[in-house]
Every structure is written in structure tokens, then in C-alpha cells.
């Protein structure tokens, strides 16, 4: 049995609030069901994360998160179980210093897009970080026949490798990940994800074969940037309709 | 008249308690509608089963729950109506020693793949049970053309024989049977044969002819091991919601 | 302006309330949003029905349902302004002892089967009265171009021409309309005509051109009968429902 | 920095309140997210109009309300910050001295009609308004590689210039607009591009190529003029769930 790393110390208590708001928020957008999770990049240490003991994402509370570390081991001595797949959250920290925010989900709209070659594409403005393109692990690859799960730092390794500088990525047969530097825009981004997919079957369907005139990179480049203040909006609604039904 | 058959004795409230709320959690996770039904083995007789009265499920109390034998007849003396077809429970648990809860439900996303000749697929982890494959039982092959319930002894063990040792099977122009060794993994693979269905209709449409990279048998296999800890973290979730808004 | 006719004398309390219920359930069950009406013929005269005046169905209460002859007149002195689509209602009584209740409705699943040529077919037991042929009424063939509303007892009379016999026929860009000889079984029959329409949208794409394994028309007929028991159960819980959010 | 304009007067409460009701209701009925928004032209000044600050459309309340010139300058001395795309507001109402109430949104079922070369046409009656053609502005035809938001006079005016004397007009990659000459016409016309923007999407996949019996212009002319009394209807049942929910 491993020694429990230190921890990094204590997390202001609303930003834990947020944390635990978020796990609610993206039950509320249907983004995750009764499985899903979300990550923090600790404030105070870059190699720390906080994250829900394993449970449904919609009965999270701040007392429900723990401080891992980049093996993702439970730090300062706390032994709840985490989630078999945490290592998607430590390895894509450890990848990407950018990132301070991990969300994984399999919403049903968007698991499609990892299952053949048509590519997600940016459908609107909302959805512009889409138009980066959007990577798909297939676990066979590297791994041949697996339960599919992300259950150790050298599957979690890989996932984070395919990523590569993206915002949002697929796993095949499995869902998806999205990060933002930002706990916000991690939430924004794995929304907008699904909305996207939504479109863009309607879209795809109704061209029938016929182009679509989807968001260029360039477009996608110019259209994120005020995104951050959409972001922020949809947070406060989101933010506000968890309070109201919450004591904390 | 028949004589009712003798009781195997009282079932603990906790269990009826669960029993009754799975049937709420089938409603809102919208699996059934005013229709539908689940039963459990009981826990001390092989031979008998608990299943509610002839209602709709998301308005059953413990108190609705009658016990029955393996010919379909309630016991000790309970004389409510039972469902028509309850035959789809009795005659699933004569031939699966190893199910204890059974669902049927007529969810319009599952119909579909019981009117054509396109297979149900594994489109993610947590339908990995269906990778092993989906059984279609068409009543018309023994019976001709009948009222398409399943209303006796004869039509029940025809189904349970074409369900074998899978989990889930369709009933054509009817609905689904999903089974499972527990309440909770019968209820968790009524869902998800849900949800693998609406991903698999966009999926389709998506790929428009092309493959699927959908869960292969093996990774099923795999990946449905898992499922018993996810099942487990969806009931917790879904019971809960059903006790917030019952005082049983 | 023309003598309001005699009113056929005072509907049981719990009729009214029956009937003003059905409103808030179609409402609930997404048959009709802010449009779309029910109508019952009165219990103790064949030439009269209520039905209530022009408003939104789920905000109908017993107090607002009006006594119409087959004129569409509102009798009994009655001054307040009916559905301008009430003929659609007298004339289908007119033309049809049995019927004691009909439904119309916009519900968006069920217009795309009156825009092309594609039959309606029942996809399962619950739907099996669709089994029997779903009719429809293209307002231009007699009438040419209209405001497409069935505004007179003329164009009434059309529609329960094209009706027939039958329980359900679609009217092209406008929507469908549902019959039964109790209020539940419309109200019934109005519900699964969508759910149906849902399944079958599924159900041919899955297809993919390929046939349907539907309910045939004399498994549609011996299907139909068990679905009073059904249609029963339904009007239980959904009426239930609506019990616990009005006073009346 | 530009002086405020003056303020053209007071506006009556009850106006206030039922433009913020409207967000409410746009948000309700899913024609808005956590983004999009709503105005009314000035009842006493044609070249104001009435708006929002820049917040979440489901929060609005009448002291969100901000008073805009045709320069998009907030008057008054009022210094919340508008929304980005107030520009799609002034700009209509400089163009269209009709209109009296302006929407943009971004549903999700009506962006795919922008992002390809088949037209939106009218599925039914209350969508009769579609049946004069919907033009779909393409940012990118005068402005190149944007960020693809209507933020200043010129982009607005160009979008205004491809609306003419429509009464809908789609922006390709982005969303949609409705005007109306009242605030509940144009809440009506909003809902109902979407709701008919669902069902066309269903319609021609179930046509599968085939032609669709969409209403004609001439029948679109005549079927909109009923559409007042079903649009004060709606209005009726949706102002009255805002009611329920707020205290102003």
C-alpha cells in the first residue's frame, strides 16, 4: 500500500462550491447521466487536482471532493475511492499546463462521432472551439482488447497524447473530453460539445450528402475569443440554478 | 377456480421498498410509460416472484406488490388483478436460475431495432451487455397471428427460449425484455438498452452505410465487468430521487 | 344574428372535470402545446358536445367548457367564443354515432405523415388502431387555397368524409385528429398516434428503405382489444396527475 | 467617448414586465439557451427600442431593461453594458418601420437550415409566416473571415438588408432572427421557426427525397391571418407560466 501524498493545502471554500456546482450543472445540461465527471486543477499547485469521490456527478457536494495527485493517488491521508478513470484528469494536467479543468462525459449525441469517420464540425459560433478539429482515441490501437476504461496513467498517457493541443477530444465506443484553462470554460466547452453534435446530425442529414457550410479554423479562431464572455453568462445562469436548489 | 398457491413468506420491507421505486426509476428515466413492468425474484423461493398489481409503474407502492408463482398465479390467497402479461416474468425465471429482476418496457427508441433487420450494437461501455447480441423474438413464427401479448405459459417460455442465455431481447411490434442478476443490474441494462438505442439511430444515420467501430464481443465481455460498480453509482443516484419525492 | 339553441341540460360535475382534465394531459404528454382542442358529446343528447371555449388547453378548467350544437353554435345563451375549428368536432359526430370524443392536434411528430407519401403504420400494439389505415385530408382537393382551417360545417363534413370509419386521420400542413367511444380511449389514441409517429420517424431510417416488420391489419384488430385495459391504466396515472396540481 | 443620448420617456411597467416575461418565455419554449435575446421598439419613439443588458435571457427582469438609440447607444446616461449584437436590433428597426419586436437565437433545430442549400419551408398553419421564404445571411459574402457576430452598424444593416420584408431570416453559422409588429408576434414567429424547423427535419427524412406538401405561398398568406388569435393564445398560456414564476 502507497504512502498518501501531502497535501497542497486547503481550497478556498467557493471555489469548491463551484466544483461541486459544476458536477450539477452538466447533469442539468445532459452532458453527463448518472456516470461523468469533472476535474480542478488545484489553484495553489500545478502538480494537485480536485475531483468528486467516485458517485452520480448530480449528488456531489464540496465535502464530496478530494485532492489527488498526478498518479492519482488521494492526497493528505484521505482514503474515498476515486473514480477508476481519474488518470484522464492527471495525465492531461500533466500534458497540458494550459489546462485547469477536465470534464468526461458520454452524452449520447456525441458519442457517434467517435464511432465513424465523419468529423466533428464547428456548426456555429457557440461551438467555434470545435473548429480546431476534434482528435478520436481508439484504445485498439495502443492496447488491443481493454474494458475500454482510462483506469492507469499510461492509458490516461495516451488519451492526453491524441489530445494534443485540442480543447476537446473523443474516445472511441466510450465519450469524450473537454478542458478549458478555466473551470468555466471547461463546463462551456463540454456543453457546447453536445449541442454541437446535436446540430450537426440535423445538419448532416438535411444536406444529405451535400456540403456544409461549417465554421473555417479561421472563423473558429476569431469566433472563440468572445466566447469567454458567453461563457461567462451561461455560467451565471447555470451557477444560479444550482444555488437555488443547494444549501451551499 | 384455481386455488391460490401458498405464500413463501414476507419479503423485507427494504426489498419491496427498492422493488417499488424501480419501478418509479423506470418511469423517469423514461423506459416505461404508463405501461411496463419489472418483478423480482423472491429472495427466499426460487419458485415465486413479487411483481406489482396491474397499474402504472410510476404509481406503485410496496403495497401493490403481489407474489406469484411460476404458473402466473398470485399467492396466498392475494386475489388483485395481475398483469396480462407476468407469463414474460414466470417463464424467464423457470429458465434463467441466474435472473433475479426482469423488465419489460415498450421504449420507442428500442422498438425500432425489432421491426427491421439492423442488429443492436454495443455503442458504448456501459451497454456492453449488448455486445453478446439482441435476440428479436417474433411471436407470429409459433403463433401466427395473435393480439401480440404475452399472455400465458406457452408464448412466455417461446420468448424466454428465444431470450437464451442473453440478457436482453426484443419483442417484435411489442418492446424489450432486459434481466439481470440483481434489481439493480436488470434496471441499469433496461436503461441503457435505452440509451445504446437513441446513440445507435444517430450513429446509423451518421455513418449512412459506412461501419460502426462498436464495442466488439471481447471488449464487451470486458467492459460489462466494470458496469456492476457503475450500476451501482446510477441506483444510488436514481433511489434517491425516488425518496425525495416517496415516503416509503 | 341567430338564436342560441337550447342547451340539453347540466353535465355530472366529474364529467366536466373528466373533460377539462384531458385538456392538461394532452398538454402534458406533448400532443398539443398553446392550440388543439377535445370535445366530448354530451352523456344525454346526441346533438350536442362540450368542449371548452377558445383558450389554451392546459389552462382549461371545468368552468370554461361551452355546450355546442351540431351547428357549432354554443347553446344555452352561452356568449363565449368557441374554437373557430369546432366543426371539426360537430361533424364528426354528425357523421359518427359511435364516437363520443375526438381530439385535434398539431403535435409535430405526426405532421410530416400528412406532407408525404409515406402511410402511417403501426409500429406496435399500443398503436394497433393505426393498424387499420390512417386517412389524409388535403384541404385543396375541395377547396383549393385556403387559410387551411376547418372553419365551417362544409369543410367539417369533408373531413369526416375522409375519416371514415377509421380512429385517426391526418390533415396535410395542419395536423391529425383522434376519435374513440369514451373520452379515454381518444385521449388514448391521441397520445399514441405520437408515440407512434416517434417510433416510425426511428424506425424507417433504421431501415434504410427496407421493409417494416409492422403490425399487420389483423394483428392490429385482435391487438386493439387488450388496449382498453391499457388505455385504462394510462387514464389512471395521467389522470392522477393532473389531480395533484388542480383543485377541481 | 460618445455622450448618451437622451431618453425618449418612461415606459409603462406592464410593458416592462411583458418584455421580460418574453425572455422567459423564449428560454422556456427553447428558442434561447443561456444566450440570445429579445427587444421592442419604443412605444412612444420610433428610433428607440427597449433591450436587455447583456445577461441570460431566463434571468431578465423589467430593471434589466436598458433603452438603446439606432446608434445602439444606451440612452439616458444608462452605462450597463448591451449585448455585443444589439446592432441586429437597430438595424431592423431602421430598416423595417413595421416591425416592432425583434428576436435572435441560436436553436439548435434551426441553425442546420443555415448551414446548407435546403430552404426552410412551412410544415403547417402556424408556421404559415415561413411560407414567404426564409434568406439566409452569409456573413462571410461583404466581410471576409469574421468572428461571425453582428457587433456594429454596418454588419447589421447588411443583415437587415438581406431580411427585406421577411419576417425570419437565418445567419448561416450562427442562428436565426424573427421581427414581428408586436412583441407577441414576434415571440410566436421565434417558437414557431423552431417547432417547424423540428418537424421539417422529420418530414424530409421521411420523405427520403421525395416532394413535401408544404404550404404554398398563397396558402401561407391566408393561413397567417389566424395566426393573431393563436399567437395571443400562446401568448396567454406562456405569459401566464412566467406569472406563476416571478413577482413582477
Known amino acids: 500500500m502507497t504512502k498518501s501524498p501531502a497535501s497542497a493545502g486547503p481550497v478556498a471554500p467557493e471555489v469548491l462550491a463551484d466544483l461541486a456546482a459544476a458536477s450539477h450543472i452538466l447533469a442539468a445540461q445532459g452532458v453527463v447521466d448518472a456516470m461523468g465527471h469533472i476535474s480542478l486543477r488545484h489553484p495553489d499547485a500545478q502538480d494537485r487536482f480536485l475531483m468528486s469521490r467516485a458517485m452520480p456527478p448530480a449528488l456531489v457536494t464540496p465535502a464530496d471532493l478530494v485532492e489527488f495527485d498526478m498518479n492519482g493517488d488521494a492526497c493528505g491521508g484521505d482514503t474515498r475511492s476515486g473514480f477508476l478513470e481519474r488518470f484522464i484528469h492527471s495525465e492531461v494536467y500533466t500534458a497540458r499546463a494550459d489546462v485547469m479543468s477536465v470534464v468526461h462525459s458520454h452524452s449520447p ?133 444550482v444555488r437555488a436548489k443547494t444549501n451551499w
Open 109 to 241: 449525441s456525441v458519442i457517434p462521432f467517435g464511432l465513424c469517420d465523419k468529423p466533428m464540425q464547428a456548426m456555429f459560433h457557440n461551438a467555434a472551439f470545435v473548429a480546431a478539429g476534434v482528435p478520436v482515441f481508439d484504445i485498439r490501437t495502443k492496447f488491443g482488447t481493454t474494458d475500454m476504461l482510462i483506469c492507469d496513467c499510461v492509458r490516461g498517457g495516451a488519451l492526453a497524447e491524441t489530445l494534443g493541443d485540442k480543447n476537446v477530444a473523443l474516445l472511441r465506443a466510450h465519450g469524450s473530453i473537454a478542458v478549458g484553462d478555466t473551470l468555466q470554460a471547461a463546463v462551456f466547452r463540454a456543453v457546447y460539445t453536445e449541442v454541437n453534435a446535436r446540430i450537426q446530425h440535423w445538419a448532416l442529414a438535411l444536406a444529405s450528402g451535400g456540403p456544409l457550410a461549417a465554421l473555417s479554423p479561421e472563423e473558429g479562431l476569431l469566433a472563440d475569443e468572445p466566447n469567454q464572455g458567453a461563457a461567462a453568462r451561461a455560467w451565471q445562469l447555470w451557477r444560479s440554478n
